[in-house]
């Protein structure tokens, strides 16, 4: 089995993966033995506990798969292989893609955007080189959809020096953070901007939100900022309106489009697997036309979502950002998601519900990635605005 073959041969129908040059094959093929050998042994022990996989931060990191050598200094955007660096993360565990996306999606894409030019220069390399880990932390405890209007967490100017006052909820991977950028509202103009926040700044505080029944792995925390000093040289000199952090947040939504896609091939797969191997009335599940026909669906959803988000990734390549067409895909991709996961786990009959056939961990981590980085209704809201002209909204 070639190394194609093995990474998407199962769920890449229509051979989007045929794209990636071999100099982008092969971190990827580290990546999937690293999950092969470290991840899969332990992951649903984790999502029982509740606990992440520490064995696997250095394996991974050690990768270093944002930005690896062999494409530096090409010139060329690199979407696909980004895009389907999540789908192979996301296809064995949605955490772990969060995990991942974390630092090199979300917080990369917050800094690169929001920073001046020294500032990038300054933070590529450490965020690259994960030796700084960054968190993007802009949901509130009592904002989360009308965040751009609502957003409360304050930040008050003095010379050279800024005081943050709020809270922030939900924020993934937080507590293992060197950086937190924290979208606050300044005093003086009403408008948002972003701080890197150290995560050991006095005055913030981290409670890791609990009881969770998706994404277990993933640890989100409640963060409190009192009082909280940060300099005006760690300020994102670029980000000086929520519509910079738009900007963010229409990049991050294709990310989500890729993980929610790599999160159903990896439950086709493990329910193609158990259909296979299950035998009722003497033969296969496989073999029964109703249990076939649902597969042929989930089948259908995952090259459908990988069309749509690997075209959509093409138009980023080529510089065409656009909230609707980022929106679109991850309200789409996220409800055949969502049919998918529910497809897989039913043809696994009672063994659907334990983690036992992986399909159960897909099936509860998808309700996670379809309300995160905007909800279905908000991403509805922003596709219908493009479509009828007219905002929804209220
Ligand atoms: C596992 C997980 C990880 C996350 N990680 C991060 C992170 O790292 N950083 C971060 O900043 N945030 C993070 N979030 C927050 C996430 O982005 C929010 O949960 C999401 O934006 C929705 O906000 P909410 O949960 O407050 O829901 P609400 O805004 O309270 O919405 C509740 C329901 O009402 C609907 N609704 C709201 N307004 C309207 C309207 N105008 N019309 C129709 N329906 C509407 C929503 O669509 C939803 O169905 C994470 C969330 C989860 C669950």
Redesign the pocket.
């Known amino acids: 089995m070639t190394v194609r073959e093995d990474l998407f041969g199962v769920s890449d129908l229509y051979g989007v993966s045929e794209g990636l040059t071999e100099a982008e094959l092969a971190p990827l093929e580290r990546l999937q033995k690293v999950l092969d050998e470290v991840a899969k042994p332990v992951i649903n022990e984790h999502w029982e506990a509740g606990t992440f996989p520490t064995e696997i931060v250095d394996p991974i990191q050690g990768l270093r798969l944002i930005d690896p050598e062999e494409f530096r200094g090409d010139g060329q955007p690199h979407g696909l292989y980004h895009g389907l660096r999540k789908f192979v993360l996301a296809r064995t565990d949605a955490s772990l893609a ?1 995990w991942h996306t ?1 630092q090199a999606g ?1 917080f990369r894409t917050a800094v690169r955007i929001g920073s001046s030019p020294e500032q990038w220069a300054e933070w590529e390399p450490k965020i690259d080189q994960y030796q700084e880990l960054g ?6 405890p009592d ?5 751009a209007g609502g957003l409360s967490t304050s930040a008050t100017r003095d010379g050279d020096t800024w005081t943050i006052n709020g809270a ?7 507590s293992s953070a060197d950086r937190l950028c924290i ?1 606050a509202r300044d005093t003086a103009d009403g408008q948002v901007k972003a701080f890197l926040v150290p995560r050991t700044a006095e005055g913030v505080t981290l409670e890791k939100i609990e009881r ?1 029944t ?2 277990r792995i ?1 640890q ?1 925390a409640h963060i409190t900022l009192e009082n909280v000093q940060v300099a005006e040289s760690d300020r994102l000199q670029e980000c000086n309106s929520f519509k910079d952090v738009s900007n963010m947040l229409r990049v991050s939504r294709s990310d989500v489009a890729w993980i929610a896609t790599g999160l159903q091939a990896g439950a086709y797969e493990a329910a193609l697997k158990y259909v296979s191997e299950r035998e009722q009335f003497g033969r296969p599940l496989a073999k029964f036309q109703l249990v076939s026909e649902k597969l042929a669906l989930a089948f259908s959803n995952v090259t459908a979502s990988l069309q749509m988000v690997a075209n959509l990734t093409k138009r980023q390549d080529q510089g065409i950002f656009r909230d609707e067409e980022s929106s679109m895909a991850k309200l789409f991709i996220c409800d055949r998601m969502r049919e998918t996961v529910a497809l897989c786990r039913e043809v696994c009959g009672g063994n659907g519900i334990t983690l036992d056939t992986d399909v159960a961990r897909f099936h509860a981590d998808a309700e ?2 379809y ?8 991403n ?2 922003i596709v219908a605005r493009h479509a009828t002209g007219v905002g ?3």
């Open positions: 969060t974390a979300l968190v993007f932390a802009l949901t509130e904002h989360g959809s009308d965040i922030k909820r939900w924020i993934g991977g937080a979208f969770k998706a994404l993933m989100n996670a990635v309300s995160y980085e905007g909800t279905h209704e908000v509805a809201l929804a909204f209220v």
